[in-house]
């Protein structure tokens, strides 16, 4: 690994151009938890409007949006009913298209949320495949299995859902269906041409209604190889998912599709664009995804699972954009998002143990008590890796409320949860506390009904600490979490130049600092002790104490 990492050396572009997405600010919005303009409780599309100024102003490229369609929710909206509209409690296709030409009109693209691996148990091709019964062409358009017994009684294998509990699940026939998550959520067969015709429709209606671009979930699950013996649970997990011919995760033949999709992106002007969510194994891995003539670009997740740590950070940042040089793809950078704990808790959580260091702990807030989690590092250090971040070549998503700071809400009533993955997790170890907890409402305001969220209270019960975090209280502050990543949002246009950085070398392994081809320098100190830098130079974000970048802090410098 060298020290320069030069990229393909793509000019920065500005957001007309088909390249806009290569170095992105792009804001993650869980409609559900956002703004609620009706005083129904839940967030809404109308909410997303009322707050196009507010994303103007905090300065982001595009908005995703996650699932607002149709859904009884048993994923937070994960488990579609129809793709092709709006949740009657969320808005309609007015109000969508409404959003749109809002947020078009202040320069903001639009992303939506693509979930092809599973509908909900509710979609019309899964009633369906459920009506016509065993052997006919609707069951095939999921995977249907018969069961083992006498009388198909037991499941086809002992296969555990990601969320917990069994994943096959009987219909009443002897046969039994496949869900990857929830219960009511059956995985498609995209060996069958209708799933295949099926999803172009829906990537042509959002694009022909002006959508920008899709995220695509779980994109590293939808090609399946199933023998007629299925292995069990526990030869599935010693299999090797790196080679591509694992019969569940990353299989070679899922880039098909993405093939197949990207010539529907391509009929567009500009092109459609799309970003794989894909937990795959390696870097190398990911890179396949986000291939031109795939789905074009991948999420990262790498800095999301690492600590705070400068070697972690240094070896992640250099080894993604060399593969996304490779594929002529550009990185993208993630610290937090709807699934994982939020990053200022994160960082202040207690040093994590084991196992629990690595697989699926960005999951995990179970095991660490209020009383040992340290807020005011975990804030410092979020701010500290969220200008790092923003100051990398390539894309940065960002999840609503990381802009305030806001922390995970932790002591949410089991009676309020609503994720799956706490009511199934068989493992509180691995499962933690699910995932509500970075899904509560937003606070707009210190006061008043659920902080400004909507007249009806919150969804998901808000805390009374979240009145520190409102926007207007943020707003009147300078120095605040709001006013800080508005201010590097707008520096940022001027430090995206070239998709290369070089490092440079600080006598610290705690310290990193990197420069961007027009000079722009980017210094985080991981460390505890104040960092100095040369005299004279003065940073155009961030403050210096005494001439030194202090403990857990990030500066730009101007080239
Ligand atoms: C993705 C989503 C997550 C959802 C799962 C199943 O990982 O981000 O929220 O539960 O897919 O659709």
Same mark, same amino acid.
């Given at each position: 690994?060298?020290?320069?990492?030069?990229?393909?050396?793509?000019?920065?572009?500005?957001?007309?151009?088909?390249?806009?997405?290569?170095?992105?600010?792009?804001?993650?919005?869980?409609?559900?938890?956002?703004?609620?303009?009706?005083?129904?409780?839940?967030?809404?599309?109308?909410?997303?409007?009322?707050?196009?100024?507010?994303?103007?102003?905090?300065?982001?490229?595009?908005?995703?949006?996650?699932?607002?369609?149709?859904?009884?929710?048993?994923?937070?909206?994960?488990?579609?009913?129809?793709?092709?509209?709006?949740?009657?409690?969320?808005?309609?296709?007015?109000?969508?298209?409404?959003?749109?030409?809002?947020?078009?009109?202040?320069?903001?693209?639009?992303?939506?949320?693509?979930?092809?691996?599973?509908?909900?148990?509710? +979609?019309?091709?899964?009633?369906?495949?459920?009506?016509?019964?065993?052997?006919?062409?609707? @069951?095939?358009?999921?995977?249907?299995?018969?069961?083992?017994?006498?009388?198909?009684?037991?499941?086809?294998?002992?296969?555990?859902?990601?969320?917990?509990?069994?994943?096959?699940?009987?219909?009443?026939?002897?046969?039994?269906?496949? +869900?990857?998550?929830?219960?009511?959520?059956?995985?498609?067969?995209?060996?069958?041409?209708?799933?295949?015709?099926?999803?172009? +429709?829906?990537?042509?209606?959002?694009?022909?209604?002006?959508?920008?671009?899709?995220?695509?979930?779980?994109?590293?699950?939808?090609?399946?190889?199933?023998?007629?013996?299925?292995?069990?649970?526990?030869?599935?997990?010693?299999?090797?998912?790196?080679?591509?011919?694992?019969?569940?995760?990353? @299989?070679?033949?899922?880039?098909?599709?993405?093939?197949?999709?990207?010539?529907?992106?391509?009929?567009?002007?500009?092109?459609?664009?799309?970003?794989?969510?894909?937990?795959?194994?390696?870097?190398?891995?990911?890179?396949?995804?986000?291939?031109?003539?795939?789905?074009?670009?991948?999420?990262?997740?790498?800095?999301?699972?690492?600590?705070?740590?400068?070697?972690?950070?240094?070896?992640?940042?250099?080894?993604?954009?060399?593969?996304?040089?490779?594929?002529?793809?550009?990185?993208?950078?993630?610290?937090?998002?709807?699934?994982?704990?939020?990053?200022?808790?994160?960082?202040?959580?207690?040093?994590?143990?084991?196992?629990?260091?690595?697989?699926?702990?960005?999951?995990?807030?179970?095991?660490?008590?209020?009383?040992?989690?340290?807020?005011?590092?975990?804030?410092?250090?979020?701010?500290?890796?969220?200008?790092?971040?923003?100051?990398?070549?390539?894309?940065?998503?960002?999840?609503?409320?990381?802009?305030?700071?806001?922390?995970?809400?932790?002591?949410?009533?089991?009676?309020? @949860?609503?994720?799956?993955?706490?009511?199934?997790?068989?493992?509180?170890?691995?499962?933690?506390?699910?995932?509500?907890?970075?899904?509560?409402?937003?606070?707009?305001?210190?006061?008043?009904?659920?902080?400004?969220?909507?007249?009806?209270?919150?969804?998901?019960?808000?805390?009374?600490?979240?009145?520190?975090?409102?926007?207007?209280?943020?707003?009147?502050?300078?120095?605040?979490?709001?006013?800080?990543?508005?201010?590097?949002?707008?520096?940022? +246009?001027?430090?995206?130049?070239?998709?290369?950085?070089?490092?440079?070398?600080?006598? @610290?392994?705690?310290?990193?600092?990197?420069?961007?081809?027009?000079?722009?320098?980017?210094?985080?100190?991981?460390?505890?002790?104040?960092?100095?830098?040369?005299?004279?130079?003065?940073?155009?974000?961030?403050?210096?104490?005494?001439?030194?970048?202090?403990?857990?802090?990030?500066?730009?410098?101007?080239?």
């Amino acid at each position: 690994m060298t020290d320069a990492v030069l990229a393909a050396g793509v000019p920065v572009l500005g957001s007309d151009d088909a390249a806009w997405w290569r170095q992105a600010v792009v804001y993650q919005v869980y409609p559900r938890s956002f703004a609620d303009s009706n005083g129904d409780g839940l967030g809404d599309i109308r909410g997303v409007t009322d707050k196009a100024d507010y994303l103007a102003g905090l300065g982001v490229d595009a908005v995703w949006l996650s699932p607002f369609y149709p859904s009884a929710l048993a994923d937070g909206g994960y488990d579609v009913d129809d793709y092709r509209n709006v949740d009657p409690r969320l808005g309609t296709l007015d109000d969508f298209d409404d959003m749109v030409a809002a947020l078009h009109e202040r320069g903001i693209k639009v992303i939506v949320d693509i979930v092809p691996n599973h509908s909900s148990d509710r +979609h019309e091709m899964f009633r369906a495949a459920l009506a016509a019964g065993k052997g006919s062409p609707e @069951r095939d358009r999921y995977i249907f299995r018969d069961g083992l017994g006498e009388n198909g009684e037991l499941p086809p294998a002992d296969w555990a859902s990601i969320f917990g509990g069994p994943a096959w699940e009987p219909v009443g026939d002897g046969q039994w269906y496949f +869900h990857h998550f929830a219960t009511e959520q059956p995985d498609f067969n995209w060996d069958n041409p209708d799933v295949h015709a099926e999803f172009l +429709h829906t990537l042509r209606f959002w694009s022909d209604r002006g959508v920008d671009g899709f995220r695509i979930d779980v994109a590293h699950g939808l090609s399946k190889d199933l023998p007629a013996v299925l292995p069990s649970q526990a030869e599935l997990d010693a299999m090797d998912t790196t080679d591509g011919r694992h019969p569940l995760w990353d @299989r070679d033949a899922v880039h098909e599709i993405y093939r197949e999709w990207r010539r529907v992106f391509d009929e567009y002007d500009p092109p459609r664009i799309a970003v794989a969510e894909a937990w795959v194994a390696t870097p190398e891995r990911r890179a396949k995804y986000a291939t031109p003539d795939g789905l074009g670009q991948a999420f990262n997740f790498d800095l999301l699972e690492a600590d705070f740590d400068a070697a972690q950070f240094r070896h992640i940042v250099t080894d993604n954009l060399a593969q996304s040089a490779a594929t002529g793809s550009s990185s993208t950078w993630v610290l937090s998002n709807h699934d994982v704990v939020r990053h200022a808790t994160r960082y202040g959580l207690p040093p994590r143990r084991g196992s629990l260091a690595k697989q699926g702990s960005a999951w995990i807030l179970a095991g660490a008590p209020a009383d040992q989690i340290d807020l005011a590092r975990g804030s410092r250090q979020a701010l500290a890796a969220s200008l790092f971040l923003l100051g990398l070549p390539g894309s940065a998503y960002l999840y609503q409320g990381e802009e305030l700071g806001l922390h995970e809400v932790g002591d949410i009533k089991a009676e309020d @949860r609503q994720d799956p993955a706490f009511f199934r997790g068989a493992d509180p170890e691995r499962d933690g506390l699910g995932r509500d907890g970075c899904r509560v409402p937003l606070p707009w305001t210190g006061t008043g009904s659920s902080f400004g969220f909507g007249a009806a209270g919150a969804h998901i019960p808000q805390p009374d600490w979240f009145a520190g975090y409102a926007v207007d209280v943020e707003d009147a502050d300078p120095a605040s979490s709001l006013n800080t990543y508005r201010r590097a949002l707008a520096l940022r +246009h001027e430090l995206q130049t070239g998709e290369s950085l070089e490092w440079m070398e600080t006598g @610290r392994d705690d310290v990193l600092r990197f420069v961007r081809p027009n000079g722009w320098q980017v210094v985080t100190n991981f460390g505890a002790e104040p960092f100095a830098l040369a005299e004279g130079e003065a940073p155009v974000l961030g403050e210096l104490v005494d001439g030194a970048v202090p403990a857990e802090t990030t500066v730009w410098l101007r080239g």
